[in-house]
């Protein structure tokens, strides 16, 4: 299985900061069709989890674009460019590549 | 819009089956598979299996032996089965819509607690 792990914040982050949050996966997410298939997500606190990167870099519908995503084939950025208190709760990486599909074990962001 | 919505029962005893049921709307189940991700209480993610739009299914093999994903297209619902529940399958379910990339849409998750 393809492990992937997340690194974690100085919790709490003031308002307005810029964070990057950090995820590696154990092989090369990086396919043949020039796609790596990495994903981002954020569940706030009560919520379903929402999509927010797919492949990496491309932002999902609606969701703005303080969010960027970045990396390699095997490590990977989330950028929140100045932090909101909406933007509270924990993010979670999840590879597409192959399965079984795994995902982080979550990065969590407060706001100060 | 897409909706996802999962309903089943609550509460499980140890050993018996679980039926999930996810009903989804604004999307047809023949142009789009439909994933199953498990979430323990105070934990992370785990995708537990996907129906893809062929009708076609794969499992995650840590619950591949007890795990059953099926659909009624007619009826734009999709099935979970899971039997020889043990305490540790507790945890909330989340259906959404898996299109092959990521999980673009998620259903809100029903809680299933099995205890004796």
Redesign the interface.
Known sequence: DIVMTQGALPNPVPSGESVSITCRSSKSLLYSDGKTYLNWYLQRPGQSPQLLIYWMSTRASGVSDRFSGSGSGTDFTLKISGVEAEDVGVYYCQQGLEFPLTFGSGTKLEIK | QVQLKESGPGLMQPSETLSLTCTVSGFSLTSNGV?W?RQPLGK????MG?IWAGGST?Y???VQSRLSISRDTSKSQVFLKMNSLQPEDTGTY?CARHG??????????TLVTVSS
């Open positions: 994933g991700v992370g993610l785990v995708w996907t794969n995650n093999s840590a989340y092959g990339g990521p999980f673009a849409y998620w259903g809100q998750g």
